[in-house]
T-cell receptor, first 109, second 113 residues
Framework: GQNIDQPTEMTATEGAIVQINCTYQTSGFNGLFWYQQHAGEAPTFLSYNVLDGLEEKGRFSSFLSRSKGYSYLLLKELQMKDSASYLCAAMDSNYQLIWGAGTKLIIKP | DGGITQSPKYLFRKEGQNVTLSCEQNLNHDAMYWYRQDPGQGLRLIYYSQIVNDFQKGDIAEGYSVSREKKESFPLTVTSAQKNPTAFYLC????????????FGPGTRLLVL
């Protein structure tokens, strides 16, 4: 079956760095997406990786290892507004997204 | 401003009633999607449409119906056959026919009275 695993909840301190991990098992693979979702709002796109390696975009970076079925989202210089859920989604061979349940990130002052 | 709109923001359904959720986009995107989001679960695909007048069932289509008569509109009807409709419903679209980044509307929260 197809599956995405990510931690349910994480806590970090304002100004610090946090890494949110995601492992996936899909039938075929056409890339890995990360979205941010504030409570009661729509998910917003953060990053897309299809090749191995690190993609940096400002304070946020995303890493992919296809051989390990593993990705992480790295958030630096955490701000209170980064408190949100972070959704990992892998695209399978049919170009359908398989979604994780999301990681709720709590930022403390 | 281009974007995806969903209405209403909150919707209440009585037992045995059909309700329709609206999704409109002015991005000229080809494909549109409906997802359901429940606490502690990933988004689950209900229906999707890659072209006008055509749509496919997703993983949890039972109790739902859709239409795609216009490129910009993809309404979702929650029928009385859907026994557990309380959820957050999200509409999304992609520029092409599915392999690109999905962009989401603000969502509709459906509650059963």
């Amino acid at each position: 079956g197809q599956n995405i695993d990510q931690p349910t909840e994480m806590t970090a301190t304002e100004g610090a760095i946090v890494q949110i991990n995601c492992t996936y098992q899909t039938s075929g693979f056409n890339g890995l997406f990360w979205y941010q979702q504030h409570a009661g709002e729509a998910p917003t796109f953060l990053s897309y990786n299809v090749l191995d390696g690190l993609e940096e975009k400002g304070r946020f970076s995303s890493f992919l290892s296809r051989s390990k079925g593993y990705s992480y989202l790295l958030l630096k210089e955490l701000q209170m507004k980064d408190s949100a859920s972070y959704l990992c989604a892998a695209m399978d061979s049919n170009y359908q997204l398989i979604w994780g349940a999301g990681t709720k990130l709590i930022i403390k002052p | 401003d281009g974007g995806i709109t969903q209405s209403p923001k909150y919707l209440f359904r009585k037992e045995g009633q059909n309700v329709t959720l609206s999704c409109e986009q002015n991005l000229n995107h080809d494909a549109m999607y409906w997802y359901r989001q429940d606490p502690g679960q990933g988004l689950r695909l209900i229906y999707y449409s890659q072209i006008v007048n055509d749509f496919q069932k997703g993983d949890i289509a039972e109790g739902y119906s859709v239409s795609r008569e216009k490129k910009e509109s993809f309404p979702l009807t929650v029928t009385s056959a859907q026994k557990n409709p309380t959820a957050f419903y999200l509409c999304a679209s992609t520029e092409g026919q599915g392999w690109e980044t999905q962009y989401f509307g603000p969502g509709t929260r459906l509650l059963v009275l």
